[in-house]
């Protein structure tokens, strides 16, 4: 009697959700989509299973889940729960399922998956999510890793379902199947931090809805698609870390709604596509350490969001345009190790946001623009290995964040402004090799948290002020090669930190009995 009672309330259960799928499948039809399941279904099918286990889905589906745990080392899996049981698939962990009981999602975190993905994969037809992260760590006595290997298989392309996938950090190698671009639906692809080699596949323009695309820090060659163009839904686009190369398609002005652009540390050449200016919505701009050449499209100066931007160790030539100054909101401005010249356009002084000022090594002439005073919020101020001239102006007594401060290899003149002893937070001052003159100010015994002070290769003259024993954190002191110098006066402590290069040179101890450093025997 039990059990007609049971059998009874199992063919209840599976009237009603069959009743409850026709209802969905019928608005599903309206929406296109056959994957399309209501709240109410989805709630009451862990009921269903839950009472009646062995209800056992779809053999395909079944063998395709055996596959993977067979090819991932699913027996050494931390979590293996009811995998390759008789139990509904739907049970097992890590994976859930639809009303209809076909698998929507597999994901396993930290959970030791170690192996490659089979074929089979492409026998799951209504996977949504595929998400499967590395396990590392430490115990006492060693170190772990569990990741995926091999190449992704062709028949990924079946599943046409997908809105995620996110195997970031693993082993992955060979190339991206072309048959990616059927994955139309696809909202997420992280492939990035694996081996990946080969081409970007044209068909990647066919995902227009992916929102997210990370391929970064892998071995990819060749040039990007323009088909990268079509994928107007972008939001995320990191590509850096790679060896791609030839230029950067003019079509990437196309996304509309991208945030952040990385294609930092690739081979990238010729020059910044005009275009980008286009990019209206764009928060970071990273296309650093390329070979782009040419100048800096002013263009730039319509991305009013933009917040980063970098364009470090690359050819880049020219001036920089004064539009540059028109990004207000702009935090940091990486143009060093190129050969931009000209002068520091005084505009700059309208970037009040700058938080990170690097132009050196380039080509830059003329005098540092007074301007940068108003850049209070300024932490780093890096102008080195250029050709500025004239003084350094005082109104650098504004910057009261600024912790590093380096203007050295320059043509700069007149005395070191007393004024920079304001500057409360400077932990590093670099003025070397420059055509200063003037006593060093005693002010710069007012900076507490200084740990080095590089003078040398100037004119300095007068005597070293005793204020310097102030600098209790100071480890490099460089004043060498400042032949009208005088003596220092009772640095006590300090000197340790003293790095002179030539015990052969003047008697900077003036007969003290003070040591004298080399620099081969300085504090680091």
């Known amino acids: 009697m039990v059990r007609k009672m049971g059998s009874l309330i199992l063919i209840v259960v599976i009237i009603q959700l069959a009743v409850w799928l026709q209802a969905d499948f019928e608005e599903a039809a309206a929406y296109g989509k056959q994957d399309h399941f209501n709240v109410t279904t989805t709630l009451y099918l862990p ?91 430490c115990l006492k006595y060693y170190c772990y890793f569990f ?71 892998n071995q990819l060659t060749g040039s990007l698609p323009p088909e990268i163009g079509n994928l107007e839904s972008l939001f995320i686009l990191q590509l850096n870390n790679n060896n791609l190369s ?22 990238f050449s010729g020059p910044i596509p005009k275009e980008i200016g286009g990019l209206s919505s764009l928060y970071g701009l990273y296309l650093g350490n390329n070979l782009l050449s040419g100048s800096i499209p002013p263009e730039i100066g319509n991305l009013i969001q933009l917040s980063q931007l970098e364009l470090y160790n690359n050819q880049i030539t020219g001036t920089i345009p004064v539009e540059i100054t028109y990004l207000v909101w702009l935090g940091v401005l990486d143009l060093q190790s190129n050969q931009i010249s000209g002068s520091i356009p005084p505009e700059i002084g309208n ?24 850049l209070i919020g300024l932490f780093t101020l890096e102008l080195n290995n250029n050709q500025l001239s004239g003084s350094i102006p005082s109104e650098i007594r504004n910057l009261r964040s600024l912790y590093e401060f380096n203007l050295n290899n320059n043509e700069l003149s007149g005395s070191i402004p007393p004024d920079i002893g304001y500057q409360e937070s400077l932990s590093g001052i670099d003025l070397s090799s420059n055509l200063l003159i003037g006593p060093i100010p005693p002010e710069i015994g007012n900076l507490p948290v200084l740990t080095y002070l590089y003078l040398d290769n100037n004119q300095l003259s007068g005597s070293i002020p005793r204020t310097l024993s102030n600098l209790t954190y100071l480890s490099r002191l460089e004043l060498s090669d400042n032949p009208d110098l005088g003596c220092w006066q009772s640095l006590g ?14 008697d900077w101890s003036c007969g003290i009995g003070l040591p004298l450093i080399s620099a081969s025997s300085a504090a680091p």
């Open 47 to 137: 009921l269903a299973l839950n009472a009646y286990p062995n209800i056992s889905g779809y053999p395909e589906e079944r063998a395709a889940l055996m596959a993977f745990y067979e090819n991932a080392g699913g027996d050494a899996w931390t979590d293996n729960t009811g995998w390759g049981s008789e139990a509904s698939y739907c049970t097992w962990y890590g994976v859930t399922c639809n009303a209809a009981l076909h698998v929507t999602e597999l994901i396993h975190i930290e959970n030791k998956v170690s192996g490659t993905l089979p074929p089979q994969i492409g026998d799951l037809p209504y996977l949504q999510v595929l998400r499967i992260s590395i396990t590392s760590g």
């Open 147 to 217: 990741s995926l290997s091999g190449s992704i298989p062709v028949e990924i392309g079946k599943l046409a379902a997908l809105t995620k996938i996110d195997l970031w950090g693993h082993g992955l190698s060979g190339s991206l199947p072309a048959e990616i671009g059927n994955l139309i639906n696809l909202e997420e692809l992280d492939l990035g931090v694996n081996a990946l080699s080969g081409e970007i596949p044209s068909e990647i323009g066919n995902l227009r809805k992916l929102r997210s695309l990370y391929l970064n820090d």
């Open 246 to 267: 030839g230029p950067i398609p003019p079509q990437i002005g196309q996304l509309g709604e991208l945030f952040d652009l990385y294609l930092t540390t690739n081979q």
């Open 351 to 374: 970037m009040t946001g700058l938080g990170w000022l690097n132009l050196g090594n380039n080509q830059l002439s003329g005098p540092i623009p007074p301007q940068i005073g108003n």
């Open 493 to 506: 402590a300090l000197t340790w930190a003293l790095s002179l290069f030539s015990n052969s040179g003047p």
